[in-house]
């Protein structure tokens, strides 16, 4: 609690450009947690390096969603937003949950499995370890919620199985989190291929739809989408190309899928996809502006990223302190 308020974590890589999955799985609903609660939200450039990354590329991406996370509606003045490599606590405190994580718990982890896959001529210690940084990212802020989509549900068991642990051992130490999943758009599906998860590293440039794409592009994406040979507009799992149309246009309109059942109905694909396409230029356009305007005003955000990477070192550190009391590292000496 601060300030009689609940603490919210989240964060995102800073890998390649955000997704409308990104977008409408987490972002959106950060912006409408963001009055009830003290907010911490992180870009993760140190979680980015488990997978090989060009440095000037990084730091660029990790600029842009920082922006983006201000565009899309985050005032920097009541949330705090800021880079996980300016806040060393984060690297620390993975460290010491570490070696309270098992091997066991993170052989089973299923992003693991498939980045090790993917990745196989680089599978380092920090893909194995990167839900124990996650832990230490939402741990740190005594997060009350964790705001995510589907995908990051087992890497957040995880963080309060962790929790649990340490404090079965050390008293009240971490709150545990709870996570938090929309009903609407929390597993944004590929366009091309509506049984994977849409997502930033897709190859095939008309599977996802990225925050910062052009309304053209957006609507010729949404026109080339997979659907199927059914030809009705219907929300269910035999057509997965449509249901995830729907799912979008819920999550852009607040509808629920019978009132776009409802909508579509006697109507073909064609002009579904359109309406899917406008519904979502429209939810993008003014993140793409205020976005545009962040660009030109340098001093602004390196002001807000200075002034809060200093208010999340203090909380962070807070907590830091206290559990390396608990583990027994000697007193500082002042
Ligand atoms: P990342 O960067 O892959 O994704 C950021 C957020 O977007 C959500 N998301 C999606 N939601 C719906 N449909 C999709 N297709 C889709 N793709 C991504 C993710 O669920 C996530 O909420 N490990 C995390 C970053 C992280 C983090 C944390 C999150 C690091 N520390 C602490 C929460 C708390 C990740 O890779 O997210």
């Known amino acids: 609690m601060l300030d009689g308020k609940q603490t919210i974590f989240s964060g995102m890589q800073a890998t390649g450009n955000l997704t409308l999955g990104n977008y ?33 590329t990084l730091r660029a991406n990790a600029r842009k969603v920082l922006q983006l996370y ?34 066991g718990e993170l052989s089973r982890m299923t992003q693991f499995k498939d980045k090790a896959a993917k990745h196989a001529d680089n599978i380092n210690a920090g893909l194995f370890t990167y839900p124990v940084l996650m832990a230490a990212d939402i741990l740190l ?93 219907r929300y269910s799992d035999e057509q997965p190309g449509i249901k995830n149309l729907i799912d979008i246009y819920c999550a852009c309109t607040g509808l629920l ?15 579904f996809k359109s309406a899917v396409g406008e519904a979502v230029v429209a939810r993008l356009r003014p993140i793409q502006e205020r976005f545009a305007e962040l660009t030109k005003d340098k001093a602004y955000v390196d002001g807000i990223i200075k002034e809060n990477a200093e208010k999340a070192n203090y909380y962070a550190n807070k907590t830091l302190r206290k559990v390396q009391k608990k583990v027994g590292f000697p007193e500082r000496v002042r």
Not at 24 to 50: K, M, P, Q, R
Not at 257 to 271: I, L, M, R, S, T
């Open 24 to 56: 409408l799985g987490a972002l959106n609903n950060w912006v409408s947690l963001a009055d009830s609660y003290n907010c911490f939200y992180c870009v993760v450039d140190e979680h980015a390096i488990t997978i090989r990354q060009d440095p000037a």
């Open 70 to 103: 201000i565009a899309a509606g985050l005032d920097p003045k009541k949330c705090c937003i800021y880079y996980q490599s300016h806040v060393p606590a984060h690297a620390e405190l993975s460290w010491i949950l570490g070696c309270f994580t098992y091997m």
């Open 141 to 233: 802020y005594q997060s009350d919620l964790v705001p995510v989509g589907v995908d990051q549900k087992q890497h957040l068991e995880l963080a309060r199985d962790v929790a649990i642990r340490f404090n079965n051992i050390y008293g009240d130490v971490f709150t545990i989190p709870e996570g938090y999943i929309a009903k609407s758009g929390a597993k944004i599906m590929s366009l091309q291929e509506p049984s994977k998860k849409m997502s930033k590293s897709d190859e095939n440039e008309n599977a996802s739809i990225y925050v910062l794409d052009a309304p053209d592009a957006i609507m010729r994406k949404f026109k080339r989408a997979v659907t199927d040979s059914v030809g009705v507009v």
């Open 257 to 271: 899928p019978e009132a776009v059942e409802k909508e579509f109905d006697g109507k073909g694909y064609g002009d």
